[in-house]
C-alpha cells in the first residue's frame, strides 16, 4: 500500500513521540511518564478528532 506525503508524515511524527516517549520513559519517574503520556494523548485527540481511549481499551495493544 502506499502512502501519501501527508499520511507519511504523519506516520513519521507519530513514530518520532514514540521514541520520545520511550527514551523520557527511562529517566522520568513514572507520574511524571504518566503525566506527559496523557498531555500527548489529549494533543493527539484534538488535532485528529479520535479519541484514543476508545479506539484502544485498556489494557489493549496500542
Partial sequence: ???SAS?????AAAEALG???????SDASPAEFQT???????AISEETGVQYGDVCGAG???
Fill in 7 to 11: 499520511e507519511e508524515d504523519v506516520l
Fill in 19 to 25: 521514541e520520545e516517549l520511550a527514551a523520557m520513559e
Fill in 36 to 42: 506527559v503520556l496523557l498531555q500527548c494523548n489529549e
Fill in 1 to 3: 500500500m502506499l502512502l
Fill in 60 to 62: 489493549g495493544s496500542c
